[in-house]
């Protein structure tokens, strides 16, 4: 049992950290408003979710204008691919 858990990883423990990661694991990248819907969640609520896994360096964040307003684009990081696919195998275990 103990080697199940070991997998598991506290930065996915959160309903709306494991949303972001799922959306961005079978996308390309997303926006942040493209985020939010999917999520239903507030901007303040979502932006502190998206720091923390940045800060974790499990997601890139793009930067860029259109139109002249900003726009920002995230994307799973190779790293957090990873991770979250542990983690996801790690609760698949833990089921059976």
């Known amino acids: 049992m103990k080697e199940l858990l070991k997998d598991l990883n506290k930065a996915f423990e959160n309903r709306i950290r494991l ?3 799922s959306a ?3 996308n390309d ?3 942040f408003n493209a985020l939010k819907n999917l999520l239903g969640v507030t ?3 979502l932006a ?3 720091k923390s896994l940045e800060k974790s360096e499990y ?3 793009q930067k860029e204008f259109l139109d002249r307003k900003p726009n920002t684009k995230y994307s799973a990081s190779d790293e957090g691919k990873l991770a979250f ?3 996801i195998k790690a609760i698949e275990q ?3």
């Open 19 to 21: 949303g972001i990661m």
């Open 24 to 26: 961005l694991v079978v």
């Open 29 to 31: 990248y997303l926006d």
């Open 43 to 45: 901007d303040g609520n």
């Open 48 to 50: 502190s979710h998206l």
């Open 59 to 61: 997601i890139r964040v």
């Open 85 to 87: 696919i542990k983690h």
């Open 94 to 96: 833990l089921l059976k």
